[in-house]
Structure formats: structure tokens, C-alpha cells
Nanobody
Framework: QVQLVESGGGLVQAGGSLRLSCAPS????????MAWYRQAPGKQREFVAY???????AYADSVKGRFTISRDNAKNTLYLQMNSLTPEDSTVYYC???????????WGQGTQVTVSS
């Protein structure tokens, strides 16, 4: 079993930056792909970015060029560096991890990001 705990959310002005972290605990060596999602009230959870163990990344078009996902494989800690934030980025961000070989998906509890105009 794996538990994911996000941190780093908060309030920032438009154009500013935040760095989110996701620290797993439990059977961290079972973790494969890690990702960030976000979900606004009343909307579906949407993909933000993912990163494989080997470092391959992918981003949603809405954040490409502004957000950078990274991970520390020694700790299996996941990061999301968010630059040039806009009010449209305001929502709850969730850490996601898949088990190696697939089959199990883990979610964190979410961290709120608020960007003021």
C-alpha cells in the first residue's frame, strides 16, 4: 500500500510561481508512473503532467511551457514547478501514482492552489 501526501499549495499573485511536492510513504518501491492532476469544483479531474521512472514526461497543453514535473527516484518524491501562474490555474492539485505493472492507482488528498489576479 502507498500513501501520497501533497504540500506546497497556497496563494500567489498572477505571474508568480509555486512548487508542489508529493511525498509517498509505504511500499514506495512499487511505484511506477507518477502524475499531477487538478480538479475545480463541479468539474472533472483533469490531467496536468506525468513522469515515468526513466524521466519521460508529458504535459497538458494548458500548462506546457509553464509547468515542469520532476521526481527524485531515490525518494520517489514528485514535484511540480509552476511558473507564470494565472487565475485559471486555481484549483485543487492531486498527486497520482500507478503501481509498477499497473493495476493499482493511488491518490493524494490534494493541495489547494489559488492565484489572485
Amino acid at each position: 500500500q502507498v500513501q501520497l501526501v501533497e504540500s506546497g499549495g497556497g496563494l500567489v499573485q498572477a505571474g508568480g510561481s509555486l512548487r508542489l511536492s508529493c511525498a509517498p510513504s509505504g511500499n514506495i518501491f512499487s511505484i511506477g508512473v507518477m502524475a499531477w492532476y487538478r480538479q475545480a469544483p463541479g468539474k472533472q479531474r483533469e490531467f496536468v503532467a506525468y513522469i515515468t521512472i526513466g524521466g519521460r514526461t508529458a504535459y497538458a497543453d494548458s500548462v506546457k511551457g509553464r509547468f515542469t514535473i520532476s521526481r527524485d527516484n531515490a525518494k520517489n518524491t514528485l514535484y511540480l514547478q509552476m511558473n507564470s501562474l494565472t487565475p485559471e490555474d486555481s484549483t485543487v492539485y492531486y498527486c497520482n501514482a500507478d503501481s509498477l505493472g499497473g493495476g493499482t492507482v493511488y491518490w493524494g488528498q490534494g493541495t489547494q492552489v489559488t492565484v489572485s489576479s
